[in-house]
C-alpha cells in the first residue's frame, strides 16, 4: 500500500487561488501515474488532472483547462495542484491517487488514494 496525504485544501473566494499537494510514501514517484480527482455532492468522481509515469503526458478536464496545474516533485515525493481563478462549480472534495499503468484520467484506473480534502469557493 502506498500511503497518499493530502494538504491545502480550504474556503477561497471565486477568482481565487489554492493549492493542493499530495505527499506519497513508498516507491519513487516517478514510476507511477498521478491523477488529482473530485467529488461533488450527488455526482460522480471525476478525474481533473492526469500525469502518466514519467511526465510523458498530462491530462486536464476540459472545464480546468489554462486554470490548473499539476506537477510533480519526484525528490520531494509530492505532487501538487495549483488551481487558479477558482469558480464555485469547482467545489468539492478532491483527492489525490496513483496508479502503475493508468493511460487514462478515470478513477477506476487508480490504486491508491489519499482521504481527501475539501475545497469550498464562495463569496
Known amino acids: 500500500q502506498v500511503p497518499l496525504v493530502e494538504s491545502g485544501g480550504g474556503l477561497v473566494q471565486p477568482g481565487g487561488s489554492l493549492r493542493l499537494s499530495c505527499a506519497v510514501s513508498?516507491?519513487?514517484?516517478?514510476?507511477?501515474?498521478l491523477g488529482w480527482f473530485r467529488q461533488a455532492p450527488g455526482k460522480e468522481r471525476e478525474g481533473v488532472s492526469c500525469?502518466?509515469?514519467?511526465?510523458?503526458?498530462?491530462y486536464y478536464a476540459d472545464s480546468v483547462k489554462g486554470r490548473f496545474t499539476i506537477s510533480r516533485d519526484n525528490a520531494g515525493n509530492t505532487f501538487y495542484l495549483q488551481m487558479n481563478s477558482l469558480e464555485p462549480e469547482d467545489a468539492a472534495v478532491y483527492y489525490c491517487a496513483t496508479s502503475w499503468g493508468s493511460t487514462r484520467c478515470l478513477p477506476s484506473e487508480y490504486d491508491f488514494w489519499g482521504q481527501g480534502t475539501q475545497v469550498t469557493v464562495s463569496i
Open positions: 500525469i502518466s509515469a514519467r511526465s510523458r503526458s498530462t
Open positions: 513508498g516507491s519513487p514517484l516517478d514510476y507511477y501515474a
